[in-house]
């Protein structure tokens, strides 16, 4: 079965510094991978996805991501974090017709 | 505008009083699905659907029922619910999940019931 671990429920950033955010997966088969963000009182939104196509992904607002086949890792980063960057960040991974999120990691951006 | 709506967005009920969530997308996608969010816990799927007439489990479907006579539509119903489905819900939409599209998410909808 499919799962997606994030370490750390809670992460703390000066604004302008490297943001981090950790995900580890599961997967028997290659697995199609996303990052999403949740605003305040809102829906998620696609930051970037993995299919298989590049090992470096770009998505919106500055975010990458780096599949890591060897460590089943898809670590998110964001080189300078803006106040505007403070949300949920989840992980998740396509398992047959489902898709499996983890637990959620709050970023907070100190001015 | 694409998007996926539902309706209520905020709904306090008592226990037993049976309920639907309606949740609509515009974007002819064959794949909706619905999700809740407990802290701590993530999003954890409740049912999917393929396609119209198609339906199954996600991992925790005890206590809910969906239907999919619509292509548009994908309604959450709780037949009797209890404060354990105290939750907030997400209704998600996509082309296909067998490729790499992603999905598309609701505003949510705050349940509480007591």
């Known amino acids: 079965a499919q799962s997606v671990t994030q370490l750390g429920s809670h992460v703390s950033v000066s604004e302008g510094a490297l943001v981090l955010l950790r995900c580890n997966y599961s997967?028997?088969?290659?697995?199609?991978l996303f990052w999403y963000v949740q605003y305040p009182n809102q829906g998620l939104q696609l930051l970037l996805k993995?299919?298989?196509?590049?090992?470096l992904v770009k998505g919106i607002n500055g975010f990458e991501a780096e599949f890591k086949k060897s460590e089943t890792s898809f670590h998110l980063t964001k080189p300078s974090a803006h106040m505007s960057d403070a949300a949920e960040y989840f992980c998740?991974?396509?398992?047959?017709?489902?898709?499996?999120f983890g637990t959620g990691t709050s970023l907070t951006v100190i001015p | 505008e694409a998007q996926v709506t539902q309706n209520p967005r905020y709904l306090i009920t008592v226990t037993g009083k049976k309920l639907t969530v309606t949740c609509s997308q515009n974007?002819?996608?064959?794949?909706m699905s619905w999700y809740r969010q407990d802290p701590g816990l993530g999003l954890r799927q409740i049912y999917y659907?393929?396609?119209?007439?198609?339906?199954d489990k996600g991992d925790v479907p005890e206590g809910y029922k969906v239907s999919r006579k619509e292509k548009r539509n994908f309604p959450l119903i709780l037949e009797s619910p209890s404060p354990n489905q105290t939750s907030l819900y997400f209704c998600?939409?996509?082309?296909?999940?067998?490729?790499?599209?992603?999905?598309?998410f609701g505003p949510g909808t705050r349940l509480t019931v007591t």
């Open positions: 974007m002819n996608h064959e794949y």
């Open positions: 659907s393929m396609n119209v007439e198609v339906t």
């Open positions: 993995y299919t298989s196509a590049a090992t």
């Open positions: 997967s028997s088969v290659p697995p199609y």
């Open positions: 998740a991974v396509r398992g047959g017709n489902q898709f499996y």
């Open positions: 998600a939409s996509s082309l296909n999940p067998g490729t790499a599209y992603e999905q598309y």
